[in-house]
């Protein structure tokens, strides 16, 4: 192996002890072996699993965030500081994760279940691109959306409580 292609491996790829290794992952590309080690290649930039979007918060500021595919809004609020309350924590048993989405996104997504729909008609401030947060799974097709905070929800638990992040 070549001093440059030793660098350039280096910089790109995880060590891994070949005790950890069976055959078939030797024997998968982007995978070999140099002096008893076996090296595995990874994307430097793996974005094909993340998603970016804006949350419009009750104040009208923005806030952008970066999340994992397969989170829902509300996990992803909670784990950017969003105030997106979410009392049932995705039980779909409360409308405090209730948020407006952009009629392009909202017509995109699969309709709300009943359950959805029972607890949207108890939510503050319905409208037609309502949904819950907590029912919405981000998926690439959701790149670039904005998700809108109502300015008030209707808190069914104790006034001022926010559940921790879960
Ligand atoms: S957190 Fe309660 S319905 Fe979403």
């Known amino acids: ?15 891994f002890n070949s005790t950890l290794c069976n055959s078939s992952f030797v024997n998968n590309k982007n995978k070999f072996i140099s002096d008893g080690i076996i ?57 405090t994760c209730h948020v ?14 009943d359950e959805e729909n029972d607890m949207l008609d108890l939510a503050f401030q319905l409208k037609e691109n309502s949904r819950l947060g907590c029912q919405i799974k981000l998926t690439k097709e959701l790149e670039g959306m904005e998700v809108t905070l109502p300015s008030a929800s209707r808190n069914m638990t104790v006034d001022g409580y926010k559940p921790p992040k879960h």
């Open 100 to 113: 407006y989405l952009e009629p392009k996104i909202y017509n995109i997504l699969p309709e709300p279940t």
């Open 1 to 15: 192996m070549s001093q440059v292609f030793k660098q350039v491996c280096f910089n790109n790829i995880k060590r």
């Open 39 to 95: 090296y595995r290649q990874f994307s430097s930039s793996n974005n094909d699993d993340k998603v970016t979007f804006t949350f419009i918060n009750k104040d009208g500021s923005k806030t952008k965030v970066t999340e994992e595919v397969g989170k829902n809004i509300l996990e992803a609020a909670h784990d950017n500081d969003v105030d997106l309350e979410g009392a049932c924590e995705c039980s779909c048993a409360c409308s």
